[in-house]
């Protein structure tokens, strides 16, 4: 074949591997495609050829001589009608299943398997600038696909979330304007009930290939404008009040004092539930952004092996549950042990905090040469807590609602998950920084700590970083 530079160098083994090649060799099935059927015998001619068999416009018709069903319903569709009215650029049977690697739909190696169709195959086209300028497509149906829920699932290979072709139909594909469309507003809870059994008819409130933008979509684009602001005034805030901490340290030379630390600080039972919210935090941080970014190389513990099982949001919910667990068990403890209620007492705003945070930026800012005194937590540590409190009820509500997806889209309209998902991705950005910029410089970066405060490890402080809290002190226990 070599000297004539044809598409196929070797046709008979690349047919071979084809479903119909195998078909007609392993399974001694007649009707499948041979050679003969789809070029002809002495009507053999090359594919450029009107008259040719393959040639692009006769292939439906070269295939629908077998597959009779699928060439009427095709010939009804979008792709089918533009294909008939010569349209070059819509897809005839071989762009999406291939011309020497047909295979069915459940071969991983097939051209029209869930994780390689939407990128691939319908990607081709639908990203294809060329293609949805041409004919006023939006550009965008691959990009809001893979940023969505299922679309990221799919990408580390679960095939159980929808594709393309699970919504869209893949021969009787129509746009959503047309009531025979599996899109269409009317048809929505038949095609997601396929798979969302119990979902209501409120699913074509928000829509699902999401652009948010100040005309479209406008509830999540207002929700991502205010996160953005919020996260950059608080983290830049920290970044400043630490700053400045910081400098003042420098300036006075410091030098740290080693003094051993011999005051109780937290109990056991304190350390215990810290440490389950550090490893809790951790692991759902992890996985949560995995998700987020499914090609980021961090990401690669998740992408090996393809197991079609999602272990990675297997392992975010269990956390998840585990976390939620250690928050009831929190609130037990600050109401019903006489610890916990001191120590509720203790995380209470008085105006004292105020106070202490002028002092502290005067005192940081080289004005004034007295330290605050600060009582048992400072204005730092409560905000740092109350933060800790407020971002666990948030991502603890949302992640419930999308958790129980089935309930949620039963009774609430679907825009509903979309700005729970959008509110549990910034929330956990404005958590993560928060731990990086406040958290860690506090008990790490901080040169009164540096390398490490360790005093949820041994539960202990020195006695000169003890603070007093008067009823606290009398009954540290
Ligand atoms: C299911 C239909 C089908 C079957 C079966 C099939 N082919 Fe093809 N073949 C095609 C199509 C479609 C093309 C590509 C046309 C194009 O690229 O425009 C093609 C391309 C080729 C080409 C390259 C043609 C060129 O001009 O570059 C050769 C050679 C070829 N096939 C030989 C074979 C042989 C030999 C067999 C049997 C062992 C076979 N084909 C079986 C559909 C088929
Ligand atoms: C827009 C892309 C696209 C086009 C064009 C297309 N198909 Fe398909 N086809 C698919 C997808 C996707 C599936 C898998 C569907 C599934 O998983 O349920 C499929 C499945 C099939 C199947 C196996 C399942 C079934 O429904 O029996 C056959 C046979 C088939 N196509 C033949 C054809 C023929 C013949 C044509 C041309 C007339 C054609 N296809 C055109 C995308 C396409
Ligand atoms: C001579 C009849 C014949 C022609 C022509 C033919 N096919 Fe097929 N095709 C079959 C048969 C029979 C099977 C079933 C094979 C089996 O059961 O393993 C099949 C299977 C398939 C499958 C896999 C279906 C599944 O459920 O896994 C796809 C996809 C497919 N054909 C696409 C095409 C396309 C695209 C063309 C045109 C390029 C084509 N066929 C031309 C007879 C034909
Ligand atoms: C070979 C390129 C090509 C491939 C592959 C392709 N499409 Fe298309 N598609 C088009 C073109 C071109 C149109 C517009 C046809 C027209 O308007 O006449 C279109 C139209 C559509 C429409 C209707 C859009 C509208 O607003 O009218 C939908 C929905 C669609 N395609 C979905 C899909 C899906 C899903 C797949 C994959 C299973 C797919 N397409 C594969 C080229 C392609
Ligand atoms: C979960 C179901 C679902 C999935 C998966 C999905 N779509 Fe859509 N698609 C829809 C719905 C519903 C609409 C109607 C507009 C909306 O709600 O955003 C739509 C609209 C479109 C449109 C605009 C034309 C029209 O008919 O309104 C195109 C083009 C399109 N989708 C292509 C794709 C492509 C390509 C993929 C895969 C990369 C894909 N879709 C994945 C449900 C889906
Ligand atoms: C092919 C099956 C399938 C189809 C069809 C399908 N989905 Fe899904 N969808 C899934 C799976 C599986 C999940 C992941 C569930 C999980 O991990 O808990 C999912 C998740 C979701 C989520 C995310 C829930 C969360 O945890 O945030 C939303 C929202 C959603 N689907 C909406 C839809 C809508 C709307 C449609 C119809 C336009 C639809 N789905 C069609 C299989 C499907």
Not at 462 to 467: I, L, S
Request: one cysteine or more; proline letters at 4%; charged letters at 20%.
């Amino acid at each position: 074949m070599a000297p004539f530079d044809l598409l196929e160098k070797a046709p008979l083994k690349s047919y071979s591997e084809t479903v119909h090649g195998r078909a007609f060799t392993d399974k001694g099935l007649v009707s499948a495609a041979t050679c003969t059927d789809c070029h002809g015998s002495h009507d053999l001619h090359a594919p450029t050829n009107l008259e040719s068999k393959i040639y692009r416009n006769n292939i439906p018709k070269t295939c629908g001589k077998c597959h009779e069903n699928v060439l009427k319903t095709y010939e009804r569709s979008i792709h089918g009608k533009a294909a008939g009215a010569g349209k070059l650029e819509t897809p005839v049977c071989t762009d999406c299943h291939g011309e020497h690697t047909i295979r069915g739909a459940k071969d991983p190696e097939s051209s029209v398997y869930s994780t390689t169709l939407s990128v691939k195959t319908c990607g081709h086209c639908h990203a294809a600038e060329k293609i949805t300028t041409k004919y006023r497509l939006p550009s965008d149906s691959v990009k809001t696909y893979l940023e969505s829920y299922h679309g990221m699932a799919n990408q580390y290979g679960v095939t159980t979330v929808a594709n393309c072709a699970s919504c869209h139909g893949a021969h009787n594909i129509l746009p959503s304007s047309d009531p025979n469309s599996s899109v269409n507003e009317r048809n929505l809870s038949k095609t997601c009930g396929k798979c969302h059994p119990n979902a209501g008819d409120q699913l074509a409130k928000g829509s699902v290939h999401l652009a948010p933008s100040p005309t479209q979509d406008r509830i999540i684009y207002y929700i991502t404008a205010v996160y953005l602001t919020v996260i950059f005034l608080t983290i830049g805030g920290m970044l400043l009040h630490n700053g400045l901490d910081f400098l003042r340290k420098l300036r006075l030379h410091y030098l740290r004092k080693k003094t051993e630390a011999t005051e109780l600080r937290f109990t056991k039972v304190e350390r215990m539930q810290h440490s389950i919210l550090t490893l809790t935090f951790c692991v759902l941080a992890y996985t949560g952004f995995a998700l987020k970014w499914p090609n980021a190389w961090w990401a690669f513990p998740f992408t090996l092996g393809h197991f079609n099982f999602d272990w990675r949001g297997v392992v975010h919910r269990f956390a998840a549950a585990l976390f939620t667990l250690l928050a009831l068990y929190h609130i037990f403890f600050l109401l019903f042990t006489e610890r916990g209620r001191k120590q509720l007492k203790a995380f209470f705003f008085r105006k004292k905090d105020a106070k202490d945070f002028t002092q502290l930026m005067k005192y940081n800012l080289g004005k004034i040469k007295e330290k605050p005194k600060f009582q048992r937590y400072n204005y730092i540590e409560k905000m740092e807590y109350w933060a800790l409190v407020w971002g666990s009820v948030v991502m603890i509500a949302t992640g419930i609602l999308m958790t129980f997806e089935d309930f949620t889209m039963r009774y609430f309209p679907k825009w509903i998950l979309d700005v729970a998902l959008t509110i549990h991705f910034y929330e956990a950005v404005l958590a993560t920084l928060a731990i990086i910029v406040w958290h860690f410089y506090f008990t790490i970066f901080d040169p009164d700590h540096y390398p490490m405060n360790w005093s949820m490890k041994t539960g202990l402080i020195t006695k000169e970083e003890e603070r007093t809290d008067d009823d606290l002190k009398q009954n540290p226990s």
